[in-house]
Structures are given as C-alpha cells and as structure tokens.
C-alpha cells in the first residue's frame, strides 16, 4: 500500500470510534438519560478545548499508526534507487569556466540536456565558432543543483587531461598532492565509477581516439564539446548550429544601445549568425565606436583583421585565431582537404555537392589539387568536418562553408594565391555547368551553381584583372539566362551587369564575352527602361561590325533590339527589324529552331500591337504548330505562345475559343513554372482581358487583382508592368490585355 493508502487507512482507524463517541454523547444529550453526566458538562462548558484535545489524539494516533512503515519505506526506497541529485547545502568540487552574462538563447539544447539521464554521455558538435563551450559553460551553471561534483577539463591537449583528472582526484580525497599524475589520474576516474550524481565536461576533443581513456563510467554525466561528430559510438550527439537570426539580435541589441533591428539584423547577416562572429562584432563595434553599416562593409574588405580582434567571454580564441589554427593543423595533416577548402573559400555559403570535387578538370595553374578518388576526397572532406571548418548538410551529400571561415581562409591565402584559387574555382563551377539553362528538368541544378556564380564573380582579389576561362564565363551567362527564365529578373540583370563591367576592364568593349553580358543586361531591364535601347543598340552594332548581320550573336542580339523597340512605342521600326531577323534566322538556323521560333513569336507580337490581327494569329498559331513539335505541349515557350494566340482569337471576337486556350495556358503555366513566375502573371493579364472583352467582369476583376498584388510582391510597385495593371483596376479599367515578348 502507497503512503497516501496508509495516510487514509490512519485517519479511518483513528476517526470512526471518535464519530462514534461523539455521537453516543449526542445522543446521550438529547435523551432524557444522564449517562455520563459530569463529561456532558465538561463539553457543554468548553466546547473549544474539547475540539483542541479530540484534534491531538487524532494526530497521535496516525503518527503511531503510520511512523514505523515509513521510516522501512524509505530504507527500501535508498536501497532500490540512487539519488538524481546531492542536497543543495552539500555541494561537492566545482571546477569551471566562469559564467557568460551575456549568454542568451540556446534553450531548446538546455532543455534536450536537462532531459538527458544524469548518468550518460552527450557530446555537443559543430563548427568552430557555433559556441559549444558557451552552451556547456552555461549548463554547468545553470543546473549545477544537480549533481554533487562539477570537473572542466580542457581536452584539446590529451597530456593536460591527465594532469586535471589528477587535480579532481585530490580535490575528491582519492590521492595525494604527492601521487604521480598518471596513477592520480586512473584514482579518480575510479572515485567517479563508485560515485553518482557528478559532471565532467571534456571541452574542446579533438577525437574519439584520444577521448575513450579519459571518459570515466559510472552513474554521472560526461559531457563532450567537439567539432567532430563521431561520438555517437559514444553516447548522444546534440548539434550546436549558428544563432536563430532572433538570437543573434538579442545578443547585439543587449550590448549595443540604441542600435536598430534592422541595423542589427545587417550585422547577423553579414556574419551568418555565427556566436562567437556576432558576439565579436558587438564587442568591436563597442570598442571602436564603429556603426553597424560601417562594419558591414568593413568585414567584406577586411574579414581577418576584424574577425582577429577580441575574444568575447565564453571563447578561448577570436574566430580568426580558430580557423587559422586549424588551417595550419589540417596542412601538415592532410593538403588536400586545405586545397578543396581554399576552392570551396571562393564560392558562396550554400551547399557544395560533394560531386562536383571529382570533376575538377586537369589544373592549368600550380597549386591546383590532383586527381584524386571518389573515397580520397570523401576522406579529405571528412578531415575537413573533423576539424570544424565545414559542414555537411543532412544527407552528407553537400559541403557547406561558412561565410565567416570562408572570409577569414580568403585572406589567409593572400593576393597571389587567391588569385589561383579563384581562376581554379571558376573551372570547378564550369566542368559542372549542369546544360541547356532552358531545359526544366536541369533547373534544379541550375539553381544550386547560380548560386555559387553569383558570389563567385564578386571575390576576384582586389585590383585583380582575372577574367576566368572562357567556359567559366560561359556559365556565368548561362547562370544569367537560368535566372531570367526562371523568373529572377533582378538577379539575372545584376548578374550580367557585374560580368559586363568586370570584363570589359580587361577585355574591352568589343570582346565577344561582354558583348553576350550586355545583351543579358538589356534582356532583363524592366520594358522601356531607359538603358535598355541604347545598350541594344550599341550591342548590336558592334556585333554587325565585328561578325557581320548573319551571325549568330549578331541576330539574337537583333531580336533583343526589335523587343526594345517596341517597348518604348516604335512598332513599325521594331516590326522592320523583326521581319528581317527572323528571314536571316531561318536561313541560318532553320525554321524549328528555338532561336528563330522565338523571334516568329515576337514578329506576331509586332503585328497585334499595329492591329494586324489576323497576321498576328496566323503566326502564332504557324509557331504553337512547331514548338508543339520541338518541344512538347507543356513546355513553358509553347504555353507562352498559346496564352498570345488566345489574345489574337479575342481581338477578333472568337471569344469563346479565346477563354479555353487562355484558362488553358494558365493553369499549365501556373503547374509548370509557379504562380508568381513573370510569364505566368503575364498569361493572367491575357486571360483578364479576355475575360472582360466576354463580359464576365467579377471574374475579370478578381484575376486583375491577384495578378496586381503578385507583381507588386515579385516586381516592385514601381515596376511598368505593375503600373500597366493598376490602370485596369476600378475606377479606371482598361480593356487592354498586355503582350509578353519572349527574348532570346
């Protein structure tokens, strides 16, 4: 029976004669019987006392009845379970770091380890800099109440752990001040074996080999920091990974007065949230009176310098200090996990497939890293994770470098060597140029090296005439394209405008390769931006002169100005220029090409914006007919083309016909590429404007109103396409239907 069973069996035994005294005494009272008169008397006159004296031999009774199973209950409770945690007025040695005021966030890894059984292992993981220490540090504090012994020990130097697992065995009684350190040493891990309810933090392993002898058993909890993350043969493994951007905040907004959100959360960005990066941020911008736009910048120039200075509470080393440290350590250990970090240094923070280290062409430049094996490189890149400087993404697949560790490895190598590294990285980026940027399915793999491109053109060395390969500037065009039809049209014009300004400095303006940037430049420029005819222009006819009017790169840029034409109203000089481009690329090309379809589907736009219907439907429906069989029926480009068609059928009152194409384009449209794509919002205006030629005006109005809050979302409010839309909303509704030109 539990205490509380035992607690309500006392009571029963105690209280039922008592209720039953009191009521023969009731009873007895209001009788005309006298049965014990002088006890009446003594309850009638002092009723309280009488209440005081029944009360006390109740408690009596329970405590007689309940006293000797209790003190057995709690022998047997002491001989089946071990104490979780010592008396708080008893505390056992206590060897820590010093507490961080500034700690903030991490709850959810204080949680998982206050969770965690108090005899187990747990290591905490990641990368140098994600503040694993801090968060120890602060467990050991935060929930010291529970354990009797608390012992830190650095680890990173395995001689060192000896010598403090010696110093806890005198602490604990278990050796002398005379006793060697080695012997010393193994007494205290036997004091813990026959110990419960203790600590030991082993800060900073390098490595599970190094860290068995030095793991004690017993019922206590070790708690391991390391970059590594092979401790799962071991115990738990909980990842410390960057600050929540809400963290990152907090913590600079806690040491910086005054300082905005937005402000602060520049200055997280710029350090991808990194802990100790963060926290040397506030620290330097206190110290220096720096502003947070102004360190922004400054980190971009001068990452190892700035990420060089301080080191913030709760951190042995400045971030610098760490990764060069580590750098140093991993060359004499293993030079190719330093050559795929120096490549990986000059592309962007995003992940890296593994993949792509084993298509490294044969190296043009010294310094490049031999061919090596699909399992050398999987070694190389574990050492790499070992020692903190990457990650890998869920899967293992992906590499990923952090913007800080990669900023302070940039500068490590210095302007020659960086110079190597960033020609060297660029051919990674083109031997693994995915294809066709047109081709859907390639899309995702265009989307993970855009990413990589973007950031790659803008870390030359400074005043570097580096220009890269011309497979590497290929693919930097082709990432410009796979933005432009994927619907990023701001990224891919500031993509061509950043490779057009770069090289032309070091090619001229007439170099073939700035000529394609500044066509890409002028392609993704708002319609009837006030750039985009005059670069046109001056494209094209550097290309007449250079190569002649059938070349190539000569129609497709003149394609593009006839597009510019007609954005600024010129329909007929635009109309002109189309019709012969499209003759010359069909006599160069052929007629399915996907250039010169492209430029037939433009002469048809041509046509609808001079009124002539007929022509206009005729060579839309001649081009829906051969991309159809070029390219298949979902194709995006053969969609375009019918949600135009459906537009031409309107304009010469087939509406009927008109409705069920433009739904039809749409809804695949909306399948194919998303619902906030530029051709897709363009199919929606179409359909609009069908739709209330046809007198379904609610429907008309409700599609005008999502396609309008959609630009202004994707486009800006500024954008003319935007403006356009807002025109058709009440009050001022236009029956007008916008045209997509497709660019080549």
């Known amino acids: ?27 007895n009272a209001a009788s005309d019987q006298q049965r014990w008169p002088r006890v009446l008397d003594l309850v009638r006159q002092n009723p309280w006392l009488t209440l005081g004296l029944v009360t006390l031999v109740c408690v009596g009774f329970e405590v007689a009845l309940l006293w000797p199973r209790r003190v057995s209950d709690t022998a047997g409770l002491a001989a089946t379970e071990q104490p979780t945690q010592p008396p708080c007025d008893q505390p056992g040695p206590r060897r ?80 002398t001040e005379g006793t060697l350190a080695k012997d010393a040493a193994g007494k205290a891990l036997d004091w813990l074996r026959s110990h419960s309810g203790w600590l030991v933090v082993l800060d900073n392993m390098p490595g599970i080999e190094l860290a068995s002898p030095a793991i004690p058993d017993g019922a206590g909890q070790v708690l391991i920091t390391s970059r590594a993350n092979h401790w799962n043969q071991l115990g738990a493994l909980i990842e410390v990974d960057v600050f929540t951007r809400a963290e990152s905040v907090s913590l600079l907004a806690a040491q910086l007065s005054g300082i905005s959100p937005s402000d602060a959360d520049r200055v997280a960005d710029a350090v991808g949230d990194l802990p100790l990066a963060v926290a040397q941020a506030a620290g330097f911008m206190v110290a220096t009176g720096m502003g947070p736009r102004e360190y922004v910048e400054a980190i971009e120039a001068h990452a190892m310098e700035i990420l060089g200075q301080g080191r913030p509470v ?98 490590l190598l210095g302007p020659a060597k960086r110079s190597r590294q960033w020609q060297l990285s660029g051919d990674l980026l083109a031997a693994n140029r995915p294809g066709d940027p047109s081709e859907l399915a390639l899309w995702p793999a265009w989307s993970t090296l855009t990413a990589h491109v973007e950031v790659h053109l803008r ?41 057009r300004e770069r090289w032309s400095r070091s090619l001229g303006d007439d170099d073939l390769d700035v000529l394609r940037a500044a066509r890409r430049q002028s392609a993704t420029l708002p319609p009837a931006h006030s750039d985009a005819l005059a670069i046109e222009m001056d494209t094209l006819a550097r290309l007449q002169r250079l190569f002649g009017p059938d070349n190539a790169e000569t129609l497709l840029s003149a394609a593009n100005c006839a ?21 010359r690329l069909r006599r160069v090309f052929g007629d399915d090409d996907p250039q010169t379809l492209r430029s037939a589907d433009n002469l048809a736009n041509r046509y609808s914006e001079l009124g002539e219907h007929e ?82 005006l609610h429907e008309a109005q409700a599609l005008d109103e999502d396609t309008f809050h959609r630009r202004k979302r994707v486009l800006g409010a500024d ?24 660019r080549a």
């Open 719 to 742: 954008h003319p396409e935007t403006a356009a839309l807002a025109r058709t909303l009440p009050p001022g509704r236009s029956s007008q239907g916008e045209a997509e030109n497709t």
């Open 563 to 583: 597009r510019a034409l007609a954005d600024v109203g010129r329909y007929e000089d635009a109309r002109q220029l189309n019709q012969d481009t499209l003759l």
């Open 615 to 696: 022509a206009a439907k005729a060579l839309h429906h001649e081009t829906l007919e051969r991309r159809t069989a070029v390219l298949g029926h979902d194709h995006p480009e053969t969609l375009i083309t019918i949600s135009q068609l459906a537009r031409d059928l309107a304009n010469l009152g087939e509406l009927e016909e008109a409705m069920t194409l433009g739904r039809h384009a749409l809804t695949e449209l909306r399948r194919m590429l998303g619902p906030d794509h530029r051709s897709t919002l363009h199919a929606a205006a179409i359909l609009a404007a069908i739709l209330r030629r046809h007198g379904s």
């Open 314 to 411: 709760g951190y042995q080393l400045s971030l610098a200090a760490v990764v060069a440290l580590s750098v140093e350590r991993l060359k004499v250990e293993d030079a190719l996990a330093v050559s795929i970090l120096d490549l990986c240094a000059l592309l962007g923070s995003e992940p890296i497939p593994v993949t792509w280290l084993s298509r490294m062409p044969q190296a043009r430049q010294p310094g490049a890293p031999a061919k090596a094996s699909a399992v050398t490189l999987r070694s190389a890149v574990g050492r790499l994770r070992e020692f903190g400087l990457v990650r890998l993404d869920s899967d293992g697949g992906s590499l990923v470098v952090h913007r800080t560790t990669a900023a302070v490895v940039r500068d």
């Open 1 to 27: 029976m539990g205490a509380e069973g035992r607690r309500s069996t006392g009571w029963v035994v105690a209280g039922v004669p008592l209720l039953a005294a009191l009521g023969g005494l009731a009873a």
């Open 459 to 499: 870390l030359p060395p400074p005043d570097s005439a580096e220009v890269g390969s011309e497979d590497y500037r290929d693919v930097v065009l082709d990432a410009a394209r796979y933005l432009e039809l994927s619907g990023k049209g701001a990224s891919a014009n500031g993509l061509a405008r950043a490779a």
């Open 96 to 175: 820590m770091p010093k507490r961080n005021p500034l700690f903030t966030g991490r709850q959810q890894i204080l949680d998982d380890l206050q969770r965690r059984p108090t005899a187990s292992v747990v290591c905490l993981h990641g990368i140098g800099g994600s503040g694993k220490t801090s968060v120890a540090i602060e467990y050991s504090h935060r929930f010291q109440h529970r354990f009797s012994v608390i012992w830190w020990i650095d680890a990173e130097q395995p001689p060192l752990v000896v010598e403090q697992l010696a110093t806890l065995a005198v602490d604990v009684g278990a050796a």
